[in-house]
């Protein structure tokens, strides 16, 4: 019986030490998180704009969206480092695409037989 | 100029004749681009043709709608195997079972096409009314719809295997491609070929470098194919997919290759790239389904 | 006494200077070992897709045979910017713009380059 009575007490004060050091983690997260998770959205939705422009104009990459997706699943999960990074490629991708379509608009007329 | 100059000087009504000498030239100018507008597909053709008869001069125009193999003996010889039991056979039966088989309304395929489906050698074509390209596995969706069936997948399966149905029907028809004297059909056909000589993608490939540059050097062990003829033996029974596919899946296909990002079979720019591809093999002969690794 | 310095004093500087072309070589060893690495890779240079190089099996034609690289180019710098933006020279080039689209990063373009130039 005070067996019993004292192993429940000491998981209780192991559980509130645990939820208290949870709470505490999880507060920074949600702090961090949502300090990031502005710059992290804003920066998304333009590499997203920059993907759309691409496609408009018929020259979007295959991964670009591949990458996007990821980059919002890592952020999702809280690595927020890593998130910037993808989205960063995605929107170098499509910035490569657009200046490719430039370059091609004036080129393609080259390789055609005469 | 100086005509211009002294006419301008002696002439007793400078205005009259300015208004006359910008009549002319305007005159001159749209006729000289109705005339270039109106040399290119034809042009464009015989030059495309030429390229691979001059690249492959052992191999007879005729024989370009056998793909690569029309250019590599010993791959050749394989699929000559495999063509005394063709794997698309599987797809040309149930394409008749499905062309004979009725709709829910009764009707059939046949109340759509005439001449029991030998219709490839009908498309792609221009559509004046509608303003865009139809092609085969367009006008078969667009006959289902009409009967109120429901619409096929494009790439492969059921629409695949109809298509290979009436393909077989057709073989041996003339390509004939016809890009009327239409702003709009002339349009449609730049945009295809401006697509078909564009680098895209993340490795910055153009259809021609691989099909036309590029075609009979080796990518690893694989022997790329002459774009002549393209266009003429599809749908096509694949190795690599273990099944049949359409033209537009191989389109997808090749554009992800690139790492460029793949436009939905029979959109609108695919279809305009079919029509210059098909195009540029007109006066071969339609000998789809066909077989290839 | 006087000597046996002197000599530990010339030897020193050579042992040195050894030691550090020693692990020059070393750094030299793993880029070259990178840079096959990178260039055989389908998913990475595909070199062999279109080049025949070194002991790479069923090479392609499609780009020249890569051989007598360091007489082909005598500067380093050239090589590396052929692979980093091919249409540089050519806007025709079949050739994927490896550095411009960001295909391989500027460490494995060096390491190609090291490698390369064995060939």
Known sequence: MFKKVKTTAVASLVATIMTLGLM????????????????????????DEQRKMAAKLGFEWRDTKKLLKKAKAANESGENEKAMKLVAKAHEQSNDAIAQQERESSAWQSRVPK | ?????????????????????????????????????????????????????SKFPDTPVSDFINGVYSIDKPSREQWEEIEEFPPYELAI????????????????????????????????????????????????????????????????????????????????????VVIPDDPDAMAAYERGKEFYYSKRGQLNFSC???????????????????????????????????????????????????????FKPQSQIYRELELFLTYMSNGLDFNGPGARK | MLRKTAVIAFLTPLLLLGSVSGSLAIADEAAITKGKKVAFDRKKGNCLACHMIDD?????????PLVAMKARFPDKEVLKAQIYNPLE???????????????????????????????
């Open chain 1, 24 to 47: 505490s983690y999880a507060n920074v997260g949600i702090v961090s998180n949502a300090i990031a998770s502005d710059g992290f959205e804003s920066s998304w939705a333009a590499a």
């Open chain 3, 56 to 64: 790479g099996t069923l090479p392609g034609n499609q780009g020249p």
């Open chain 3, 89 to 119: 020279k050519n806007p025709n080039s079949i050739m994927p713009p490896f550095g411009l689209h960001n295909i391989l990063s500027d460490g494995e373009i060096d390491a190609i380059t090291e490698y390369l130039l064995t060939l």
């Open chain 2, 93 to 176: 039966d149930s394409g008749k079972a499905a062309w004979n088989k009725p709709f829910a309304n009764s009707k059939t395929y046949a109340d759509c096409f005439e001449n029991e489906g030998a219709v490839r050698g009908n498309y792609p074509y221009w559509d004046a009314d509608r303003k865009e390209v139809v092609t085969l596995e367009l006008a078969i969706n667009e006959c289902r719809v009409a009967n109120g069936e429901e619409p096929l997948k494009y790439n492969k399966g059921k629409m695949a295997d109809i298509s290979a149905y009436m393909s077989y029907q057709s073989r041996g028809q003339k390509i004939n």
């Open chain 2, 1 to 53: 100029m100086i005509f211009l100059k002294i006419r301008l000087t002696e002439g007793p009504n400078e205005s009259e004749i300015m208004k006359k000498l910008i009549v002319v030239i305007t005159a001159t100018i749209t006729a000289f681009s109705w005339i270039s507008l109106h040399a290119g597909p034809d042009s464009d053709q015989a030059a495309f043709e030429k390229y691979f008869t």
């Open chain 2, 208 to 262: 021609f470098d691989c099909h036309g540059s590029g075609s009979g050097n080796l990518v690893r062990a694989d022997k790329l194919s002459p774009a002549l003829g393209h266009t003429s033996h599809f749908p096509v029974y694949r190795s690599k997919w273990g099944g049949m596919g359409t033209l537009h899946r191989r389109f997808g296909g090749c554009n992800k290759q690139v790492r460029a990002a793949a």
